[in-house]
């Protein structure tokens, strides 16, 4: 690690690549009946799932995922992540 003394320093919070200005998924408590956006199972009322923020849009657009889609889609944001640490 050679810093060099006159390099800038960032300023302000440091930027992530998920969770930006949109938010990140958060765990929501179903209100009415609706589904998984993916693999269109029924969510009853009472049950929580994964809201997931759409770029560009507000939360209340937000896709709502069941736990097995969450867990797949954190899978392939962990194969994503990898690819971009490569960079
Ligand atoms: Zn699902």
């Not at 997931?52 to 797949?72: H, L, M, N, W």
């Amino acid at each position: 690690m050679n810093k060099p003394k006159n390099k800038p320093k960032p300023k302000g919070k440091v930027p992530s690549l998920i969770g930006g200005k949109n938010g990140r998924p958060k765990r929501v408590a179903v209100g009415k009946e609706s589904k998984c956006y993916r693999c269109k199972a029924i969510f009853q009322k009472g049950q929580t799932c994964v809201a997931i923020p759409q770029t560009g849009y507000s939360f209340s657009t937000a896709k709502r995922v069941c736990d097995e889609c969450f867990q797949s889609i954190l899978e392939q944001t962990d194969k994503d992540l990898e690819e971009i640490r490569k960079l």
